[in-house]
């Protein structure tokens, strides 16, 4: 394939759709993804196809390279619909607050396609939407007081990424356990409470035992929610309006 840069193979955000085709089923990318969206949603990454694709579409396999050249691009295209979701959320008159409405929207928006959870920290999502939500998020924390140069912004979203990242996967992780076993957290503690209270009664296990009879029992969304104050402010020298 020609293209203005030289030997370079353009992504699938710069090819153009390809022309309308005379079919009984048209097709867009925008189109596949959505079918796509709808499939992982239901079976996961795992049960995710192009033949399956098609088939939903009402197309041959082959119809659908015409617009993604391999399974990649399609995850692209899927977790891109999934970023402009979150990018509504806009940037808001102060950066904090741009910073938690980005973080809180992405995990509303795993939780609703828990597939998105799994590609997260992965290859760079690099999308339009996505460099969008970067865009606003680097924007935000770069005007933290502690944030001064550079090198402090890139740690900084380091250190933000990095929890919102490990938060998500292991709510979604501890939501699909719970399905597959039949186990949600109430059965799970009924089932090894009596073990874990004999355990802790030993007296090997204090620190433990603080945390388990003495902790807060927060809500997921508490705990997000308050653990990613708590990183904000470590990360940003401290709590600021």
């Known amino acids: 394939m020609d293209t203005p840069y030289n030997s370079e193979v353009l992504s699938v955000w710069e090819r153009p759709e390809p022309q309308p085709r005379a079919a009984p089923v048209p097709l867009s990318r925008e189109r596949i993804a959505t079918t796509a969206i709808r499939l992982a949603d239901a079976q996961g990454l795992d049960g995710l196809s192009v033949r399956k694709i098609a088939k939903e ?60 959870s799994d590609l ?35 740690r900084a979203l380091g250190a933000l990424n990095g929890f919102i990242i490990g938060a998500i996967r292991r709510e979604v992780t501890e939501r699909r356990t719970a399905r597959s076993t039949g186990t949600d957290e109430a059965a799970f503690q009924a089932g090894l409470g009596p073990y874990l209270t004999r355990m802790l009664k030993t007296g090997r296990y204090p620190t433990v035992a603080r945390l388990v009879i003495d902790g807060a029992h927060l809500s997921p969304e508490e705990t997000f929610k308050h653990n990613l104050t708590t990183v904000l402010d470590g990360i940003t020298g401290g709590p600021h309006p």
Request: negative net charge; charged residues 20%; hydrophobic residues 50%.
């Open 120 to 154: 997260l920290g992965g290859r760079p999502h690099l999308g339009p939407h996505a460099l969008a939500v970067g865009e606003a998020t680097a924007a935000a924390l770069s005007q933290a007081p502690a944030v001064r140069d550079i090198d402090d912004l890139q």
């Open 57 to 116: 579409l009402g197309v041959g396999p082959m119809r659908l390279y015409d617009y993604v050249i391999n399974r990649s691009e399609l995850l692209d295209l899927m977790v891109d619909v999934v970023y402009a979701r979150i990018a509504e959320v806009g940037p808001h008159s102060a950066w904090r607050a741009t910073v938690l409405a980005i973080a809180h929207a992405t995990r509303d928006a795993a939780l609703d396609h828990e597939w998105f």
